[in-house]
């Protein structure tokens, strides 16, 4: 199913525009594309997925190519000339860790994308884009991929010497909405000490210095606050015991952390909308899930200002969830007396992959080598 939404007059947008940004964003359920104008969204596209549609490709070569078909598609369907695009940028997938930036797509990086273990959706994004990149003369750009890792190196140790730390959170998003936030009040994101929650399928709490992420929990796998689908930090006991107790393989407790925990595994729905709706209703079972939630992230916002020394600019939440009222002002009443609370609802994740390519085309930032 798509759903495409032209965002102003197709003849007043294109009438008065410098730059052409395609923004390309696989997921596990859908991939969402769309074409910034400079700074204005002339089309947005949500293509969702279903399961079986998903299950009946052999190769990621297979999905790959059809998911650029129905990009193309859609394009078409809105009168995009291909031709009239500047640049071409995806979401970054699982790549080596790697600093904050701005990375050109090169073949060797698609071939890291095909072949790394475990497999992500993101990591489609940027074969895409360098696909229909060279096939219109222009280039591919990632930006802020979910691997970035700027962290202290006490961050990445752990009290077991083969287990280190791994940086995967909401990267893109949380810098493009602290950046957002340190334009809104007129400073440089690199003078602000800022922590940001990103809440959405998964959550990262991150400490922002001066521009760098200097500590996050690892979203994807699980650790940190519980959320919609990710079991959250677990005590290491009572989880390698049931890792041995014969009741789940290996794939199954990969899955319990990352797709089948938190408010799935609590309830069976990761609506958080409806089960706050639940919970304000009177369902004890859906306010216990939500409040288990909303404690998890305000312990690990704690957790970051001390990260920060209690020197905070602000407190940024971010993403889906932060559309919630119930949540966010519950996190506020507990975390208020350490900064200013600041919402920006929603992931942004294409509007802030547009920003990113407009910085580079605008000779606000170089791209990097990966």
Known sequence: MTNCTPKKSRFSAMANYRFAVLAINTGSTSTKISVYHDDEAFVEC???HQADEIARFATIDEQILWRK??????LDEHNIDLSSLSIIIGRGGLLRPVESGIYEVSESMCEELRHCTPQ??????????????????TKAYIADPIVVDERDEL?????????????????????????????????????LNLIVAHMGGGISVAAHRKGRVVDCNNALDGEG?????????????????????????????????????????????????QLVDEAIAGNAESKQAIDLMVYG??????????????DIDAIILTGGIAYSKYV???????????????????????QSLAMNALRLLRGEAEAKIY
Do not use: W
């Open 46 to 48: 949500t293509i969702s």
């Open 120 to 137: 992500h959706a993101s990591n489609f994004s940027a074969i895409i884009a360098l696909d229909i990149a060279q096939s219109i003369g």
């Open 225 to 273: 606050p519980i959320a919609p689908e990710r079991a959250g930090s677990l005590p290491a006991g009572e989880l390698v015991d049931l890792c041995y107790s014969g009741k789940y393989t290996h794939k199954e407790m990969r899955k319990l952390l990352s797709g089948g925990g938190g408010l799935v595994s609590l309830t069976g729905n990761n609506s958080v909308k």
């Open 155 to 191: 961050a990445k140790l752990t009290g077991i010497k083969e287990i280190r730390r791994r940086s995967i959170f909401h990267a893109l998003n949380q810098k493009a909405t602290a950046r957002l936030y340190a334009a809104d009040i007129d400073c440089k994101y690199e003078k």
């Open 328 to 350: 966010t002002d519950a996190i506020s009443q507990s975390c208020r007396f350490l900064a200013p609370i600041v919402i920006y609802a929603g992931e942004n994740e294409l």
């Open 69 to 74: 078909g129905l990009i193309l598609k859609s």
């Open 297 to 310: 992230i305000i312990k690990n916002i704690g957790q970051m200002a001390t990260v920060l020394r209690g």
